[in-house]
């Protein structure tokens, strides 16, 4: 019996010397397999992140690009609209200019040739903007002061509402469209920046594809620079 315990101990002995190794490494495999994991799982978390930022900033510059291409639309619009209404103001103040100077005409040659009732009729027909410089213009004694203007039209105090809302209507329009050029340009910044967030997208599902950790790091790195980049631009930019 003592002989055959004393077998079985170096038996033992030998069982242990064996195994111990053999855990020794199972332990370090596995210990090094969670430290693999946990860098996959911290990657991954980063990827999920650049992704949502991504997915927020591209959505904000695609509506900023809406509306500022909206704003574009309208003013351009508002612009037109305006440059109708001068062109239409235009045209009836070159009609009621060319009816001062003809009434005004008939005016003068029933006075010159003494039918003092005709000439009283073509004055009641001027019209009241006309009328004011008219007055005026007979104050300087026109007759016979060679320093008189050749006719009211001349004169400082005559005054044309339409040719007024002409230039007023030239000016907003060019206003409006100079506004809405500025809102083309700006919609084109955001949009230039979607494509580089769409760049970003692009990338960054790239790195998913490499199963070599250092580039697949080195693209989300890249990603993470050209993101914050667009980041920078969109909180510089003028909102719609």
Known sequence: MSGFAG????????????????????????????????REGMIEIGEAILLAL??????????????????????????????????????LSGQQRLYDTNTFGFWLSAKAQGREADAELFVRRFRPEYKVAFDAWLKLDPFNNPKAPPG?????????????????????????????????????????????LATVLFLT????KFKVRR????????CGVLLAIALVFISTYPRA
């Open 215 to 222: 580039v697949r790091i080195g693209l989300l790195v890249v």
């Open 152 to 196: 009211p039209i001349f004169m400082p105090q005559y005054k044309n509402a339409q040719s007024e809302l002409a230039r007023a209507r030239q000016r907003q329009a060019s206003e409006a469209f100079a506004e809405g050029t500025h809102a083309r340009e700006e919609g084109d910044r955001y949009l230039r920046n979607t494509v580089l």
């Open 205 to 208: 599902a790239l790195a998913q």
């Open 7 to 38: 077998s079985v101990r170096p038996f033992s002995s030998m069982a242990e010397t064996v195994g111990t190794p053999e855990v020794a490494h199972a332990v370090v495999h596995k210990h090094g397999h969670e430290h693999t994991d946990r």
């Open 54 to 91: 991504v997915a927020i900033a591209t959505a904000w510059s695609g509506y900023q690009t809406g509306k500022w291409d909206g704003r574009q639309a309208s003013l351009y619009s508002l612009s037109s609209k305006y440059r109708v209404e001068a062109d239409s103001a235009t045209t």
